[in-house]
């Protein structure tokens, strides 16, 4: 086993097997009912890494501030077609949403203001739960890894999301009172 300057031994992570094919994907989401701590820079980051080692992964903003979007070099403003459209519109196929980044192996489903209102549609909609996953069933044969990128809250949207997931990411900030939100958070996802 390999040692440090000072003697320690470490273990070394090798990189994984190159891919032969991808997908299907395991869905991620990256939430937490907290603003602030870190759900956008995680995801684009992990995307980066994951992208990286020749996974391709897709980022689903669904936050109406529409981070990731920019974050990713999208002007969220100028787009007509978001996540929004690919919730709520059966005419608009989500390969037309899908925007290609400037990093290889990383698309993302943008958003921006536009997803604010969605919290209240959602509310009136049949099977209202599982919009998202219909959605992501379309592309998930087409990437390795999706990530979605949830806003700080625990509404409709969060919810979708959890739904759609495999499983789910919490960044959280190290204190007290992050601990009781990951209390509240635990119990929602339990429910879904």
């Known amino acids: 086993m390999p040692t440090d300057l000072l003697g320690r031994e470490y273990e070394t992570f090798h990189a994984p ?43 689903v903003d ?32 989500v390969h037309d949403v899908i925007r290609h980044t400037e990093t290889e192996n990383i698309d993302i489903i943008p958003a921006n203001i536009d997803l604010s209102a969605a919290e209240v549609q959602l509310v009136t909609e049949v099977g209202r739960e599982q919009i998202l996953a219909g959605v992501l069933r379309k592309v998930r044969d087409e990437y390795d890894v999706i990530i979605v990128d949830c806003q ?23 204190e007290f009172f992050a601990l009781r939100g990951v209390a509240l958070l635990m119990q929602s996802i339990e429910k879904v």
């Open 17 to 59: 097997e190159p891919l032969t094919s991808h997908g299907p994907a395991r869905i991620i989401a990256m939430c937490n009912q907290k603003g602030g701590v870190g759900k956008t820079t995680s995801s684009i980051n992990i995307a980066g890494a994951l992208s990286q080692y020749g996974r391709r992964v897709l980022i």
């Open 152 to 174: 700080p809250s625990l509404g409709l949207l969060t919810v979708n999301a959890l739904t759609a997931a495999d499983g789910v990411i919490i960044p959280l900030a190290a």
């Open 62 to 93: 669904f936050d109406p501030q529409g981070a990731a979007t920019v974050g990713l070099g999208i002007n969220a403003n100028a787009l007509d077609n978001t996540v929004y459209t690919a919730l709520f519109d059966s005419s608009v196929d």
